[in-house]
């Protein structure tokens, strides 16, 4: 008799063992997230961005309620579901650091690399970066300042990935981060712009 006593507590210990914190990547928010800071970027904003109900930016708070059989958890029909649904952080992008990041890129996107894009000489690439695609439509007198501010803006992307993940509070996302940027700029490009795909480029 006396070893079943011992077996409601064994039981708690195995079930309390179930219940898990698993902060997943949001990548439903992290896309929304690059979403307006791309357009800002690139000044798309006006034709694309969602408006909120106060007439505000794109609103961040986008939820995807699509149900998924995949990341169904059985112990939830007993009260005993993993902690996944409370760790599901948006996306911030309001820090400082990134605000001032973005304000940079706009700039130097609009004094120097929307005439590059516009002129087939500048591509994006596969890891969120940009790149020189095509020096040969560039003039000469041209070619070092583009050069520059190509050097300038990949520094300040790898930037805004890592800092995008620190500011959330997980620099372990930061590769998932620059992952989902990098189709952004891709999805946001204005038609006749390059980008990279599989090893080479393409025009949108």
Not at 17 to 43: G, L, M, Q, W
Not at 82 to 99: E, G, L
Not at 111 to 134: C, K, M, N, P, Q
Not at 177 to 186: G, H, L, P, S, T
């Amino acid at each position: 008799m006396k070893q079943w006593l011992g077996m409601p507590v064994v039981g708690a210990l195995l079930l309390s063992a179930c219940v898990t914190i698993n902060v997943y990547f949001p990548a439903a928010e992290a896309k929304a997230a690059a979403r307006e800071f791309v357009e800002k970027v690139i000044d798309q904003a006006d034709s694309t961005q969602i408006k909120d109900s106060s007439g505000g930016g794109m609103a961040m708070q986008l939820k995807h309620f699509d149900f998924d059989a995949s990341g169904f958890d059985p112990w939830m029909l007993i009260g005993i579901g993993s902690a996944q649904a409370q760790s599901a952080p948006d996306i911030s992008i309001k820090t400082p650091a990134i605000q001032a990041i973005q304000s940079r890129m706009e700039a130097r996107f609009n004094s120097t690399l929307r005439s590059g894009f516009d002129s087939g000489a500048l591509g994006f690439t596969e890891d969120g970066l940009i790149s020189v695609r095509d020096a040969g439509k560039l003039e000469l007198k041209d070619r070092v300042a583009m050069n520059a501010a190509v050097a300038d803006d990949n520094r300040d992307r790898k930037a805004v990935y890592r800092e995008v993940a620190v500011a959330n509070g997980h620099p372990e996302w930061e590769v998932q981060i620059r992952n989902v940027f990098a189709k952004q700029w891709v999805e946001s490009a204005r038609s006749g712009w390059w980008y990279q795909s599989g090893g080479g480029w393409k025009q949108k």
